[in-house]
T-cell receptor
Framework: AQTVTQSQPEMSVQEAETVTLSCTYD???????LFWYKQPPSRQMILVIR????KQQNATENRFSVNFQKAAKSFSLKISDSQLGDAAMYFC???????????WGAGTKLIIKP | DAGVIQSPRHEVTEMGQEVTLRCKPI?????LFWYRQTMMRGLELLIY????????DSGMPEDRFSAKMPNASFSTLKIQPSEPRDSAVYFC????????????????FGPGTRLLVL
């Protein structure tokens, strides 16, 4: 069975600095998608970025980028120039080729210090 | 384009009452998901519809929960009778899934319904 692990329950960063959130996963599938979702205090679940496993190039969305290491089964999220609005829970998620279920990590709470 | 729409955003009810949560998926999406989020259990998939047909309802906690999707633009999740342990945030999500398996498209979430059962 696939699993997703986020080993950092909480992270804090100074405003305008860079922070990296870790995510590892376990799977025997070769084709899959990985996602980072953000959940601010409003509880809305917002897609931040996604990565297709067959793509070697790391996905980037403005200040958000990932470091996808397929062999190591690692999928970290880097947030550059952190802003107060980035404060939220961040969830890493996996979906496999033959399934419809998102497998979720436990989440990392990101605190931005002004 | 409008995202996934859920109503109501907040619901407070008393134990034993019927609760109906509503969802309008993104136009053109053919897969719809109902999730429940609690502090203790995190995000749980309750039921998954593909082309308006329930494919997997194994996550529905018990017979008090039911879900319908009468057409491509509307779904309901009903709890009857409600209990205090049903208090949670309920999310609806939709995606442009691939029928027949291999669903990998991104799931887009609605704002959620925060349910409190007293």
């Amino acid at each position: 069975a696939q699993t997703v692990t986020q080993s950092q329950p909480e992270m804090s960063v100074q405003e305008a600095e860079t922070v990296t959130l870790s995510c590892t996963y376990d799977t025997s599938e070769s084709d899959y998608y990985l996602f980072w979702y953000k959940q601010p205090p409003s509880r809305q679940m917002i897609l931040v970025i996604r990565q297709e496993a067959y793509k070697q190039q790391n996905a980037t969305e403005n200040r958000f980028s990932v470091n996808f290491q397929k062999a190591a089964k690692s999928f970290s999220l880097k947030i550059s120039d952190s802003q107060l609005g980035d404060a939220a829970m961040y969830f890493c998620a996996y979906i496999g080729d033959s399934n419809y279920q998102l497998i979720w990590g436990a989440g990392t709470k990101l605190i931005i210090k002004p | 384009d409008a995202g996934v729409i859920q109503s109501p955003r907040h619901e407070v009810t008393e134990m034993g009452q019927e609760v109906t949560l509503r969802c309008k998926p993104i136009s053109g999406h053919n897969s719809l998901f109902w999730y429940r989020q609690t502090m203790m259990r995190g995000l749980e998939l309750l039921i998954y519809f593909n082309n308006n047909v329930p494919i997997d309802d194994s996550g529905m906690p018990e017979d008090r929960f039911s879900a319908k999707m009468p057409n491509a633009s509307f779904s309901t999740l009903k709890i009857q009778p409600s209990e205090p342990r049903d208090s949670a945030v309920y999310f609806c999500a939709s995606s442009l899934g691939v029928a027949g398996g291999g669903l990998r498209e991104t799931q887009y979430f609605g704002p959620g319904t925060r349910l409190l059962v007293l």
